[in-house]
């Protein structure tokens, strides 16, 4: 294209807005068709156009947009019949202008072609390079990795560390260190971290997306033999007896004929594979916390409770795994506030049939006498909706304030003298 015409444009300022706007038309389109507004533009500026088109200014003011199907008969009437709009943009712009449709197509291609060269080289994680061609939500972030060229080496990795899990337990940072020389490089907030775990998340038979709930996390990595965390980790008990391969652990043993309290860290936790109560027992009462566990153990010194110390952990998880195997019934008592009950269904949705709420009922919510305000906290309860706690949670909304453990403890230590009577 002759150079005096593209100086011609250059030279005329409102034509880089103008161009601007037939660019993004025809990335759309694909085709030097539709038109563009003229509202953006001033007076100036369409009179510019209007020399241009052979028009006056009034006649494309009243027109309020330009086609470039238009544009394009008057470049060509301009003695350049070879010239499109189409080629005159890319000179001006000097790089090629494509369909954004056939942009999207190529990268898909591409995209396809890399994900099919990872499934020949790493077939036996091809079950997650599956999931990934599915472009979930929770995929995005790993499609941006593999776009940006940062995927082949973490794949690398990852692949790496799924071919070499432990057979027996391995602590994670550990088998970092092992599979990467770096303690770290696994870490949960790390890229490969979050690789990894998703890529056990799927392979471990999963199609929905990871949880980015830490004790999900831990039972996952649990499940092929990765500790993360196995002292700060732990669960309270009283009265429950633990055995391993049918033999009584004597530490268990001796606090259990002494009535007293056990913090148990997962790390020993992870040596028991059986629990047992009093014959005479078949449930157990779960509390979240510390403070409300204590007086309950006070006041019933042989009853069988469980602490978890707010949200579940791995250790009070598998404890109440345990108990669930061998048969007893979980009763779990929490606050009347979004995280109490989200707590509660969480264990009845784990446990469906081995699970029920202790003094969970609207008459006990009244009874602790709620004076602290619910406030934007409200908003938690939409999640809860439709899980069995619907009419409790509207009269939470409607008195407007959160009801505590606290305020009913005189109720919860009669039920455990009742049940426990010496």
């Known amino acids: 294209m002759p150079t005096d015409w593209i100086t011609y444009f250059k030279e005329r300022p409102a034509y880089q807005k103008l161009f601007t706007d037939f660019k993004k038309k025809y990335q759309s389109l694909g085709k030097s068709r539709g038109s563009v507004s003229l509202k953006p533009f001033e007076q100036a500026e369409i009179q510019e156009f209007a020399l241009f088109l052979g028009m006056t200014p009034e006649e494309l003011s009243k027109k309020q947009k330009l086609s470039l199907q238009l544009f394009e008969q008057k470049l060509i009437g301009r003695k350049f019949p070879d010239i ?46 599956t999931y990934l061609e599915n472009r979930s939500a929770d995929t995005f972030w790993i499609w941006g990795l593999i776009n940006e060229g940062n995927f082949a080496l973490e794949v690398a990795i990852i692949y790496q560390a799924y071919q070499n899990l432990p057979t027996t337990l391995e602590r994670y940072p550990l088998f970092s260190q092992r599979i990467t020389g770096d303690p770290h490089r696994f870490d949960l907030a790390s890229v490969t971290g979050r690789l990894f775990l998703h ?11 990871p949880s980015k709930l830490t004790e999900a996390v831990n039972e996952q990595l649990l499940a092929v033999n990765l500790l993360r965390d196995d002292i700060s980790n732990f669960v309270t008990l009283v009265n429950i ?79 109440l795994d ?58 938690k309860f939409a999640a809860l909706q439709g899980l069995g706690f619907d009419k409790l949670i ?6 407007g304030r959160i009801g505590y453990q606290e305020g009913i403890i005189e109720s919860l230590i009669a039920d455990l003298q009742s049940e426990y009577l010496s």
């Not at 000179?91 to 494509?98: G, L, Q, S, V």
């Not at 890529?199 to 997306?209: D, E, S, V, Y």
């Not at 195997?325 to 969480?346: H, K, N, T, V």
């Open 394 to 399: 509207a009269k939470i909304e409607a008195v």
């Open 84 to 129: 499109t709009l189409h080629q005159l943009l890319e000179h001006y712009f000097e790089c090629a202008i494509r369909a954004n449709k056939d942009l999207l197509i190529e990268k898909k291609n591409r995209e396809q072609a890399t994900i099919n060269h990872y499934k020949a080289s790493y077939p036996e994680i091809t079950p997650w390079l």
């Open 199 to 209: 890529l056990l998340h799927i392979m471990l038979g999963n199609q929905t997306a």
């Open 241 to 319: 007896l633990g055995l391993k391969a049918g033999n009584y652990h004597p530490v268990w043993q001796a606090a259990h004929q002494q009535h007293s309290v056990l913090n148990v860290p997962l790390r020993e936790l992870l040596l028991i594979d059986e629990v047992q109560l009093s014959p005479t027992s078949k449930r157990v009462f779960v509390v979240e916390n510390s403070g409300v566990f204590s007086s309950l153990v006070d006041a019933a010194p042989n009853a069988t409770l469980v602490c978890t110390h707010g949200q579940f952990k791995l250790a009070g998880l598998r404890l």
């Open 322 to 379: 345990l108990l669930v195997s061998a048969g007893y019934l979980i009763c779990y008592s929490g606050d009347f506030d979004p995280e109490g009950l989200s707590m509660a269904l969480r264990l009845a949705e784990r446990y469906p049939k081995n699970c029920c709420f202790w003094r969970m009922e609207i008459d006990d919510y009244l009874a602790t006498n709620p004076t602290v305000q619910l406030g934007a906290r409200s908003n």
